[in-house]
């Protein structure tokens, strides 16, 4: 079934999908931004009729990957902002839902639930493809990004968020940071001696401040860490 024709049937049965929790509905224009990447995560969308197309921002311009018909949700993930841009395809109306919300709303829906699935694996590739954007000239900003989407990932999967188990060895992260063990471990003490994380025998260690981590990750707190001082003197 081709876009237009979806349009068509998933319009004349607008009315059997309204969401379970109520909220004024807004209108976007056709070709309007519902959000962009990046956009904090303010509610969860409903499309109540219309069409919204979902976008991955690949180079200088967006790829189309996917279409929201009434009934489906935008917004989905467990980001606090967002991992893919989405655009009205047709004038369009949504409901917007509370963020916590997202449980209650999907239920048992198997649909919904497939593109939440969807929206999870996009914001994790968001996630690794972030990391390996980072420069090599900052490596504990590495390091901090994956431990906020350690603690992110074990939030969503209810886990306690701040513990990192042993299962992350040391190899596969510092393989996955383009950097060495020994390096690893000399960031680890640094980011302990900062106050951010501590050992936490036998699971590995805690994390102990996600708005520390984030800021670090996003560059916002100059810093020079003691293996960056070294890393510049062994170049001289």
Same mark, same amino acid.
Request: net charge negative.
């Given at each position: 079934?081709?876009?237009?024709?979806?349009?068509?049937?998933?319009?004349?049965?607008?009315?059997?999908?309204?969401?379970?929790?109520?909220?004024?509905?807004?209108?976007?224009?056709?070709? *309007?931004?519902l959000f962009r990447t990046g956009d904090a995560k303010t509610c969860l969308y409903r499309v109540s009729s219309g069409a919204v197309c979902l976008y991955e921002q690949r180079g200088a311009q967006p790829v189309s990957i996917g279409f929201?018909?009434?009934?489906?949700?935008?917004?989905?993930?467990?980001?606090?902002?967002?991992?893919?841009?989405?655009?009205?395809?047709?004038?369009? *109306?949504?409901?917007?839902?509370?963020? *916590?919300?997202?449980?209650?709303?999907? %239920?048992?829906?198997?649909?919904?639930?497939?593109?939440?699935?969807?929206?999870?694996?996009?914001?994790?590739?968001?996630?690794?493809?972030?990391?390996?954007?980072?420069?090599?000239?900052?490596?504990?900003?590495?390091?901090?990004?994956?431990?906020?989407?350690?603690?992110?990932?074990?939030?969503?999967? %209810?886990?306690?968020?701040?513990?990192?188990?042993?299962?992350?060895?040391?190899?596969?992260?510092?393989?996955?940071?383009?950097?060495?063990?020994?390096?690893?471990?000399?960031?680890?003490?640094?980011?302990?001696?900062?106050?951010?994380?501590?050992?936490?025998?036998?699971?590995?260690?805690?994390?102990?401040?996600?708005?520390?981590?984030?800021?670090?990750?996003?560059?916002?707190?100059?810093?020079?860490?003691?293996?960056?001082?070294?890393?510049?003197?062994?170049?001289?």
């Amino acid at each position: 079934m081709s876009v237009q024709d979806r349009l068509t049937a998933t319009n004349d049965d607008a009315s059997l999908v309204k969401p379970r929790i109520s909220s004024p509905p807004r209108i976007f224009a056709a070709t *309007e931004w519902l959000f962009r990447t990046g956009d904090a995560k303010t509610c969860l969308y409903r499309v109540s009729s219309g069409a919204v197309c979902l976008y991955e921002q690949r180079g200088a311009q967006p790829v189309s990957i996917g279409f929201a018909f009434p009934g489906d949700f935008v917004g989905l993930g467990f980001l606090d902002t967002h991992a893919c841009c989405a655009r009205a395809v047709a004038n369009t *109306e949504v409901t917007c839902l509370p963020l *916590e919300a997202l449980a209650s709303a999907i %239920g048992d829906d198997p649909e919904a639930k497939a593109k939440l699935e969807d929206a999870i694996e996009r914001e994790f590739e968001f996630l690794r493809h972030a990391l390996a954007r980072a420069g090599r000239e900052a490596p504990i900003e590495r390091l901090a990004a994956f431990l906020a989407s350690v603690w992110r990932t074990n939030q969503y999967e %209810g886990r306690d968020p701040t513990i990192v188990r042993e299962a992350y060895a040391f190899g596969v992260v510092a393989d996955l940071l383009e950097m060495t063990i020994e390096d690893l471990r000399m960031l680890l003490l640094e980011l302990e001696r900062l106050g951010l994380i501590e050992a936490h025998p036998p699971a590995g260690i805690r994390l102990k401040d996600l708005g520390a981590l984030e800021k670090l990750a996003a560059g916002t707190v100059p810093h020079r860490t003691r293996f960056e001082v070294e890393a510049t003197r062994r170049a001289v």
